[in-house]
């Protein structure tokens, strides 16, 4: 498929998985829909996780969660707009970056910035398919040769892209206070870097906090 004459692949949930031991990240595994065996996994994090998760399996609580009531709203209770489909463009400093696409009552098409994980809860709850940038998938993926690849314990950096820390950034958290470390790891969870969250959680767990 082609969008703004970039070429995309649909993509398919395989699974969400713990990413690292002692963290709140997680990895949402995204499949080739033509050839299971290549996958891209983006972190996110717990509560992005369990609304992913709640979809995929049917066990979602009976009040609406965020991605439940954007979803609902557009589809059930505002004229002639309909989601069509999102789609993962972009990555940069350890961020991914998606779109949900809107068609208009004129019949054009809008694109509405948003998180990866939001995306997919959204396509999954209004089942809707998931693309993502061709050549950013391939550059980014991971070859699976069996099932047991998608091992649940798997080490977090085997998941995740590069964050471009440097050895120099992080011999620098070393001098740094707990307080600050914890500091430091809140800004990165704001900022949805979930890859250098997790470098600084390990950080954190080596001096037994």
Not at 36 to 65: C, D, F, S, W
Not at 125 to 130: C, V, Y
Request: aromatic fraction near 10%; avoid cysteine.
């Amino acid at each position: 498929m082609r969008i703004n004459d970039i070429e995309y692949i649909e993509v398919e949930i395989l699974d969400v998985r713990s990413a690292a031991p002692a963290s709140e990240a997680f990895s949402l595994i995204l499949t080739d829909r033509h050839n299971a065996t290549r996958y891209v996994p983006i972190i996110i994090g717990l509560n992005e996780a369990r609304a992913i998760l709640g979809e995929k399996h049917g066990r979602m609580p009976q009040r609406p969660l965020t991605h439940t009531l954007f979803a609902d709203l557009l589809t059930d209770h505002i004229p002639d707009y309909n989601l069509e489909f999102v789609s993962i463009d972009e990555f940069h400093d350890g961020i991914y970056y998606a779109s949900i696409v809107i068609q208009s009552p004129t019949g054009t098409y809008f694109n509405v910035d948003a998180r990866p994980s939001d995306a997919v809860a959204i396509a999954l709850h209004a089942k809707l398919p998931i693309f993502f940038r061709k050549d950013l998938f391939e550059e980014l993926m991971h070859i699976a040769k069996k099932s047991s690849d998608y091992q649940e314990t798997a080490d977090f950096m085997d998941f995740a892209p590069s964050t471009g820390t440097s050895p120099a950034a992080e011999t620098e958290w070393e001098t740094m206070s707990l307080s600050e470390l914890k500091d430091l790891l809140q800004n990165a969870i704001d900022e949805e870097n979930y890859e250098l969250a997790a470098k600084i959680q390990e950080e954190i767990d080596k001096r037994g906090a």
